[in-house]
């Protein structure tokens, strides 16, 4: 069964700040996203990550995945208030549907 | 022009009720899903559907259901409520096989049975 861990669960850090985001997974795949949830509000997707080595930036986010360590990071770059949110990181395996570590919780203080 | 739709948003029912959530996509995409969100945020597929064949997670009750009129909706029936179905459940398509494959994902239905 593929496992996919984050961590960490919770973060709370304050605006200006640097932090990672980690997320592991069990099994072989070339596919990894990351995704966004505000509170009460749907999944956005932020990165789509397909290949070995492949970086991914948007804004103050960076996005990075090692198939070989089968590990992704999300790096916050410079946090700001707007970024607090839930933080998703999914792997797919194939028509199963993606498999979704358990967010990471993110609260950016000013 | 909403990718993805949902109805209804909320859904408050009774325990051994049936209910029905309907979901929509114009974006032409050809697999559908549903995932079930619980109250710990956790997300788990349920069902992943195209046109060729149903995939089911073998930890969801056959009391789900999965009934797809056309490409273009995937509709959730359940039947004989439980406390324990009390949920968000989002529904979200893809192009499988293009070359991102980003799955959209609905608004969600919140699913509250009491």
């Known amino acids: 069964e593929l496992k996919v861990e984050q961590n960490p669960l919770f973060l709370s850090m304050q605006e200006g700040k640097n932090y990672t985001i980690y997320c592991n997974y069990s099994?072989?795949?070339?596919?990894l996203y990351w995704y966004r949830q505000d509170p009460g509000k749907s999944l956005e997707s932020l990165f789509v990550?397909?290949?070995?080595?492949a970086v991914k930036q948007e804004g103050r986010l960076m996005a990075s995945l090692d198939t070989k360590a089968r590990l992704s990071t999300l790096h916050i770059t410079a946090a700001v208030h707007d970024l607090s949110a839930t933080y998703f990181c999914a792997v797919d395996v194939g028509a199963d549907g993606l498999t979704f570590g358990k967010g990471t919780h993110l609260i950016i203080q000013p | 022009d909403t990718a993805v739709s949902q109805t209804p948003k909320y859904l408050v029912t009774q325990m051994g009720n049936d209910k029905s959530i309907k979901c929509e996509q114009n974006?032409?995409?050809?697999?559908m899903y549903w995932y079930k969100q619980d109250s710990k945020k956790f997300l788990k597929i349920m069902f992943s559907?195209?046109?060729?064949?149903?995939?089911i997670n073998e930890t969801v009750p056959n009391r789900f259901s999965p009934k797809s009129p056309d490409k273009a909706h995937l509709n959730l029936h359940i039947n004989s409520l439980e406390l324990g179905d009390s949920a968000v459940y989002f529904c979200?398509?893809?192009?499988?096989?293009?070359?991102?494959?980003?799955?959209?994902f609905g608004p969600g239905t919140r699913l509250t049975v009491l």
């Open positions: 099994t072989t795949s070339d596919r």
């Open positions: 974006l032409g995409h050809d697999t």
């Open positions: 559907y195209n046109n060729k064949e149903l995939i």
């Open positions: 979200a398509s893809s192009l499988r096989g293009a070359s991102t494959d980003t799955q959209y």
């Open positions: 990550l397909l290949s070995n080595g």
